[in-house]
């Protein structure tokens, strides 16, 4: 049994084709996905005949961590749920390949936005009688568990949030100080923003030679991670796959720097240039978030509306939260929070080496282009993929979504020297095997290309745009 953390730097990925019987937005068969997964095992050297498509990866005895793409209960556009999160049946098909090991216990969890209703996305996703059925037959299997500490509403325009749900003894904080990517961009303007959140409370979290992660322990303590993307285009970050789905093993959001205040030409990344309008609507949205009381909720909340409205007239369509590939802060946020999934130990230290055994099985039967994450429209892609790495997951990925990957800077970013790093090999040793041939994974997808319709603020970095000067 392989159990050596190096392989965590394995370039090598694999991908099957996975036919759905029923051409709609959430048709998968639960069949061709479980015999997808077992052929990817098998392509990648995981499974053993014995223990399964795992059996290789899973040591006797070893803490087992599934984490879905559960980003909210429903879609705020017209697509419904297939593009939107991971599909039952690709965790159902995880579930149980783990179970098929000597493993301790096997968990589900994530940390979806805060006002997502956990409870109702289980019901949209459809697990719930299979969840209960399966724990009652197999008590290693500990169910779904909600990683967010911080849940809310927005009661006439006031943010109402039931704080501490889950104790501060659940998670482990690290604090990665001059070594995090944020801190090249950080300065004392406690410029730091994730939409909807009050600033002061980021501003103690992320400051110069500060950069804190409020981090699950259940993630700390697994022995193996088992990274379950739903491939979609991001508003924010271009791409949403293995690297940006690890956002989710985070307690509070505001903990995560999604962009910076201000435009380009003001030392900001929210939106291009300067903007008198946008610099308004952001001191009125601090206000709005800043605020307790609904009276004064009500007026900021109007005044916000009526702010966007101008905008819309002005033909503006990529707002003041970073929404363009100009933003320089969320893929920061994401890599770190990649270098502790890896390197994290108990104790909230960073040890040298891997502390445990991640991989990534990216859910690309039914994909989402336009405004993901929150409104993606459905394509189907009609794969499965894998791999051992997120930075060569997530080449993949970008060009399946139509991307020059060196152009979108979470998966560029993953490839480069720091310590703790992320990929210990190049972009060009990554290499595709599977349906659809072998080598260089841009040989492999020539003559696969799929229309893809990319975010507003992301179309210079798809691969057809010769604008764009890597």
Known sequence: ?????????????ALVEVPSPVPAHDAYDETQVVRGLERLAVELEWSDPVSGPFGRLIPSGARVLIKPNFVLHYNQGSGGMGPMITHSSVIKAAV?????????????????????????????????EWTHELMNSDPRFKGFKDFRRTTCEYVNGVRVAEENILPEEAFELFDLGNESLLEPITDASEAFRVTCYDPRVMARTHAPGIHRYLVAKDVIEADVVINLPKLKTHKKAGVTCALKNLIGI????????????????LGGDCYPGQNKVKRVLEFVTDQQNLTTSQVAGRVWSGVATQLNRALNVMGDSLGIEGSWSGNDTIWRTGLDLNRIILYGQLGGTMAEVPQRRVIHLVDAIIAGQGDGPLAPDPVTLGVLFAGSNAAAVDWLGAQLLGYDPQR????????????????????????????????EVSNVLAGKKVEIVHPVGWRDAARNNDKHTA
């Open 1 to 13: 049994m392989s159990t050596d953390l190096n392989s965590n730097f394995d370039p090598r990925l």
């Open 96 to 128: 149980k390949a783990a179970l098929q090991t000597d493993a301790a216990e096997v968990l589900v969890g994530d940390a979806p936005i805060q006002s997502c209703h956990f409870t109702k996305l289980l019901e949209a996703a459809g697990i719930n």
């Open 250 to 265: 985070n307690g509070n959001k505001e903990y995560l720097p999604h962009h910076r205040l201000g435009g380009s030409d």
């Open 408 to 439: 979108i800077s979470i998966v560029r970013g993953a490839f480069e020297q720091f310590k703790w790093p992320i990929a210990t090999f190049k972009s060009q040793d990554v290499l595709l095997s599977g349906d659809w041939g072998t080598g």
